[in-house]
Structures are given as structure tokens and as C-alpha cells.
């Protein structure tokens, strides 16, 4: 018996894990320990990428209710993701029309990490670029902790 064969037959490739989470509908995991929803969510007339780092298990009841918590207080978070964008602009400098920026951006991906009490960490990916970059901005609960550009 060939050796590739052999190994196949004991460390079999493992399909990705399915389950249906609340209202959201299918999720798939990843061997990151990602869960990421197989179609784009409705998230404030937009569809994004939603996901959630919980491992090998589904999404909790609690993982759920934070997502739904940042869904009902969007318009608020939204602003607060863009004033830290813009502070940071005029630290750097004039050099992107920050009106255009702000009426086009929108978020593309939301990812949950930690979900510790108080401690929630998520990102959200912005699109169309910003300077330039992909922005990422990261979250600690409901308030706005840096961002990251790319590119």
C-alpha cells in the first residue's frame, strides 16, 4: 500500500462543519475556528460578511445577542468609527477628500473574536479604501479601539 495512501487512510481531511445559528441561517467552520455564514447577512440595508472565532463550537445564544446589540446601536458606533478615522486623517494630513470617504464608506465584514463580558473584541472591514488601504477598524465593546490599514 503506498505510503500517501496510508497516510490518507489516518489523518483523514476533515470537512468543514456546518450548523444553522438563530435567524442568521448556515454557518461553516474553518480549522481557524471561524464561523462564517455561508450568505451575506442584511446588516442596516447592506449585506456584510459575518463571522465569529468561538472554535470548534457553533456561535452561543450570547455570541449571537452582541451581534444583535452592535446591529441596534450601528448609527451611534458608525459615528464614533468614523471620527476615529478622521482624527487620525488630520494628524497625517490632508491628502484623501474625507467627504467623499464618509458618504461611500460602508462596513463589508464583521468578525467576532472574544467574547468575554466586557472585554468583546470584533473588527469591521471598510470599503471603498481609504488613503489608499483597506481600513479594519477594531472594536472593544461598543467603543472604537484603533484601526488598521493595509496595502
Not at 476615529?84 to 497625517?92: A, G, T
Not at 491628502?95 to 473588527?123: H, L, Y
Request: proline share 7%.
Amino acid at each position: 500500500m503506498p505510503l500517501l495512501h496510508l497516510f490518507r487512510k489516518w489523518f483523514p481531511k476533515s470537512a468543514p462543519r456546518t450548523a444553522i445559528i438563530a435567524d442568521l441561517g448556515e454557518a461553516t467552520n474553518d480549522r481557524y475556528g471561524n464561523w462564517t455564514f455561508v450568505n451575506d447577512v442584511s446588516f442596516h440595508l447592506q449585506k456584510v460578511t459575518l463571522s465569529f472565532k468561538t472554535g470548534t463550537i457553533p456561535p452561543s445564544d450570547r455570541d449571537i445577542s452582541f451581534f444583535r446589540q452592535v446591529e441596534v446601536r450601528w448609527p451611534e458606533l458608525w459615528s464614533k468609527v468614523l471620527e476615529e478615522l478622521k482624527r487620525d486623517h488630520e494628524i497625517d494630513g490632508p491628502d484623501v477628500d474625507w467627504a467623499s470617504f464618509r458618504s461611500s464608506a460602508k462596513p463589508v465584514d464583521i468578525s467576532f473574536g472574544d467574547q468575554t463580558p466586557g472585554r468583546e473584541n470584533w473588527e469591521v472591514a471598510l470599503e471603498p479604501e481609504f488613503a489608499g488601504h483597506s481600513v479594519t477598524m477594531h472594536m472593544r465593546g461598543f467603543e472604537c479601539a484603533g484601526f488598521s490599514l493595509d496595502g
